[in-house]
T-cell receptor, first 109, second 116 residues
């Protein structure tokens, strides 16, 4: 299994839809997880950190399933501005982060 | 979070030349990280730069090709040496706001490098 694996998408959804992405990871000892958002030709920006079973911030909910080693990101009431690539990130070896290949989301009017 | 400035923001270079990218942070940090993001790909860690010691390189990256300096706790440089078209990428530096391997990293704006 790859260290971090994501469905590359793209996910095409209409405005107002709810969309969920999954990410699987191989290191069962990982304690923290992150979702980053990357807009086209921009740097990645931290969206959410997940340290326990999950985290919620407005329209965004991240859930962690340690038994199955996956993390999900749920976006409710999608906005046009949510269109971006969402990167799942897991701590790797000493002090490093491992980035997934990203899931591309396109929200259309 | 820390403010990270990278220079240059972009450059177009001839093959065989070298380019040094600078990364300045507005606070002191122990570790600075250098990543590469090739077109259509995710981020790959090149090396971790610690002040006062040699950088730690990831598999597939070597010091001769990507020499790194870390003269103090707020600054680092990455040099891309003897460039070829395959080095065309975005190069990003990042830091953690707080120490600890379970803390997220924050990124500079990146340097977009194209090699002719």
């Amino acid at each position: 299994r790859k260290e971090v694996e994501q469905d590359p998408g793209p996910f095409n959804v209409p405005e107002g839809a709810t969309v969920a992405f999954n990410c699987t990871y191989s290191n069962s000892a990982s304690q923290s997880f992150f979702w980053y958002r990357q807009d086209c030709r921009k740097e990645p920006k931290l969206l959410m950190s997940v340290y326990s079973s999950g985290n919620e911030d407005g329209r965004f909910t991240a859930q962690l399933n340690r038994a199955s080693q996956y993390i999900s990101l749920l976006i409710r009431d999608s906005k046009l501005s949510d269109s971006a690539t969402y990167l799942c990130v897991v701590p790797g070896g000493f002090q490093k982060l491992v980035f997934g290949t990203g899931t591309r989301l396109l929200v259309s009017p | 979070s820390a403010v990270i400035s990278q220079k240059p923001s972009r450059d177009i270079c001839q093959r065989g030349t070298s380019l040094t990218i600078q990364c300045q942070v507005d606070s002191q940090v122990t570790m600075m990280f250098w990543y590469r993001q090739q077109p259509g790909q995710s981020l790959t860690l090149i090396a971790t730069a610690n002040q006062g010691s040699e950088a730690t390189y990831e598999s597939g990256f070597v010091i001769d090709k990507f020499p790194i300096s870390r003269p103090n706790l707020t600054f680092s440089t990455l040099t891309v040496s003897n460039m070829s078209p395959e080095d065309s990428s975005i190069y990003l530096c990042s830091v953690r706001d707080r120490e600890g391997s379970n803390q997220p990293q924050h990124f500079g704006d990146g340097t977009r490098l194209s090699i002719l």
